[in-house]
C-alpha cells in the first residue's frame, strides 16, 4: 500500500535562508506524480511544486526546488531565499489512480 | 476562470442533526475530491469522483456519510446524525485527471456541539 510521511512535525528557518523539508514515500508503481502543496495559515491549499517519476531531472519553480530520488523513494522540497509569506504548512502527496495521500505535513515558521 | 467554491463556509450544529457541504469545480475538472482535515493535521480523502462515479470511498463512513456528484459537476457531501468526532475542516478540491494538480476550495469549517 502507498505511504506517505514527513518526519518534521516544525522547522523554523531564518529569512533569507534556505530549508529543506523531507517527504519518504512507498509504492510498488513504477511512473507516478508527486506533489508538495502549501497551506498558509486560515488560507486555501495551493500548488508549490510537481514532479513526474519518469523525469530524471529534478523540478524547480522559482525559489522551490525539490531532490528526488527515486530509488531512495524521497521527496524533500527546498526553499531557498526563505520569506516571511513561507509560512505555512507543507504537505507532501502522492496521487494515483488508486488512492489519493497527503503526508502529515511540516509547520514551517520563518523568523524575521 | 472561477476556482473551486464551496458553501457554506462555517457550521455550527449540535450532535445528532444533519449536515450538508455543497462544492462546485472548477469548469472541466473531471476529478472531484472531498477531505476531512483535523487541525494540525494532513487532509484525509473521504471520496474521489471521476466524473459521476465514486471512485475512492474506501475511507468514506458509509453509516452516517453520503455523497453525490449528480450530472459529474457539482457534489454534495451529508453528514446524518453529526457527531462530535465530526468536527473538522471539509475540504472539496478537483482536477483534470487523478494525477494532476488539485485546486482546493476555502473549505467548510464544522463545530459539532
Known amino acids: 500500500a502507498q505511504t506517505v510521511t514527513q518526519s518534521q512535525p516544525e522547522m523554523s528557518v531564518q529569512e533569507a535562508e534556505t530549508v529543506t523539508l523531507s517527504c519518504t514515500y512507498d509504492?510498488?508503481?513504477?511512473?507516478?506524480?508527486l506533489f508538495w502543496y502549501k497551506q498558509p495559515p486560515s488560507r486555501q491549499m495551493i500548488l508549490v511544486i510537481r514532479?513526474?517519476?519518469?523525469?530524471?531531472q529534478n523540478a524547480t519553480e522559482n525559489r522551490f526546488s525539490v531532490n528526488f530520488q527515486k530509488a531512495a523513494k524521497s521527496f524533500s522540497l527546498k526553499i531557498s531565499d526563505s520569506q516571511l509569506g513561507d509560512a505555512a504548512m507543507y504537505f507532501c502527496?502522492?496521487?494515483?489512480?488508486?488512492?489519493?495521500?497527503f503526508g502529515p505535513g511540516t509547520s514551517l515558521s520563518v523568523i524575521p | 476562470e472561477a476556482g473551486v467554491v464551496q458553501s457554506p463556509r462555517y457550521k455550527i450544529i449540535e450532535k445528532k442533526q444533519p449536515v450538508a457541504f455543497w462544492c462546485n469545480p472548477i469548469?472541466?475538472?473531471?476529478?472531484l475530491y472531498w477531505y476531512r482535515q483535523n487541525l494540525g493535521q494532513g487532509p484525509e480523502l473521504l471520496i474521489r469522483y471521476e466524473n459521476e462515479e465514486a471512485v475512492d470511498d474506501s475511507q468514506l463512513p458509509k453509516d452516517r456519510f453520503s455523497a453525490e456528484r449528480l450530472k459529474g459537476v457539482d457534489s454534495t457531501l451529508k453528514i446524518q446524525p453529526a457527531e462530535l468526532g465530526d468536527s473538522a475542516v471539509y475540504l472539496c478540491a478537483s482536477s483534470p485527471w487523478v494525477a494532476e494538480t488539485q485546486y482546493f476550495g476555502p473549505g467548510t469549517r464544522l463545530l459539532v456541539l
Open positions: 502527496a502522492y496521487p494515483s489512480y488508486d488512492k489519493v495521500i
Open positions: 514532479q513526474e517519476a519518469y523525469k530524471q
Open positions: 509504492t510498488s508503481e513504477s511512473d507516478y506524480y
Open positions: 469548469s472541466g475538472h473531471n476529478t
